[in-house]
């Protein structure tokens, strides 16, 4: 798991492009898409593609979405597509055809693998996740199953004979604070930038925003200040922060702000491109994108915390 990706060479940007997956050209997408049938039929399953998803003849829906996004990051390029497309209908297909998890495990099992997870509003129906938390405007807190080779985002039915859903909750967050941190970097500059990204396998790593607290006195051996960090979490592997306590925060909100925008793109797992500031577990966006490009978006209380750290009146 790198800091900073550099997809492998493929066609130029001048080339068409996907209408469905943009960072593919035509040619690339109709490879992908061929690749993805022929994984499906080697696991004995006939697939109808369409543009972002295949289906099968009992009517079930795969989503290509993430599987684009791996092939598009993986380094070696399309020669390795096939093995990554069959891996992934494998995963798939085990997963749907096999028991679930939640008939087989027990109670006490599936507690012990819980984890709250944080997703995109495009992730989310409502309507099965009534319990869903807002923890930033289109961002949401789900509680999932880890399993060997998955991920079960939990319903309101699934959780129910388990449990309250704060006690739960309660629960999910003690084992995020336990997950060991897999990597760290640190992005810093002439300028002053400085902060912080911690990276990993774990689907669960941007969704450490919500244990910030404990994972910044882990990382970096010191607590947040009242004046809170800047944080990023462009998608699930990766989440970036800077503890607010000087004039450094202009400079770091500047690079994060590109970084977090840049991590977004294209991945499996995006969660969002934004900045936001924590402060006492509260998420405020301080950064947007219009038809003009990025931009950072500041309000009152962050700007009398700016001032004051500059020294401005």
């Not at 003849?57 to 791996?70: E, I, K, P, Y």
């Not at 495990?105 to 996740?129: G, K, T, W």
């Not at 998955?150 to 909750?169: K, Q």
Request: hydrophobic residues 40%; negative net charge; aromatic residues 8%.
């Amino acid at each position: 798991m790198r800091l900073f990706r550099r997809g492998p060479k493929r066609d130029g940007r001048d080339t068409p492009r996907d209408p469905a997956f943009s960072f593919f050209s035509v040619g690339e997408a109709a490879l992908f898409r061929s690749q993805v049938r022929e994984a499906f039929a080697e696991h004995g399953l006939e697939v109808t593609l369409y543009a972002d998803m295949v289906t099968d003849s009992s009517g079930r829906r795969f989503g290509l979405g993430n599987l684009a996004a791996v092939c598009h990051n993986d380094e070696r390029g399309t020669r390795v597509w096939g093995d990554l497309a069959r891996r992934h209908a494998g995963m798939v297909l085990r997963t749907m055809d096999g028991p679930s998890a939640l008939d087989t495990l027990e109670p006490e099992q599936i507690r012990a693998q819980l984890y709250p997870r944080v997703i995109s509003e495009d992730s989310l129906d409502p309507q099965a996740f009534g319990y869903a938390r807002s923890v930033a405007p289109g961002l949401y807190e789900v509680l999932a199953l880890d399993l060997p080779e998955s991920v079960m985002m939990l319903t309101d039915e699934a959780l129910e004979p388990l449990g309250e859903v704060g006690w739960l909750r309660d629960r999910a967050l003690r084992n995020l604070r336990e997950l060991p941190v897999e990597g760290r970097e640190t992005v810093k500059d002439s300028g002053g930038t400085r902060f912080e990204v911690v990276l990993g396998d774990s689907f669960y790593t941007a969704s450490r925003v919500l244990a910030l607290e404990s994972l910044v006195r882990e990382v970096t051996g010191e607590l947040i200040p009242p004046e809170g960090a800047l944080v990023a979490m462009p998608f699930r592997h990766q989440l970036a922060f800077h503890v607010i306590r000087d004039a450094t925060v202009i400079p770091s909100l500047t690079s994060m702000v590109s970084f977090a925008a840049e991590g977004y793109e294209d991945t499996p797992g995006a969660v969002s491109p934004y900045v936001y500031w924590w402060r006492g577990g509260t998420l405020t966006q301080l950064s947007a994108k219009d038809e003009e490009g990025l931009r950072i978006v500041v309000g009152d209380d962050f700007q009398e915390l700016l001032e004051r750290l500059t020294g401005k009146d």
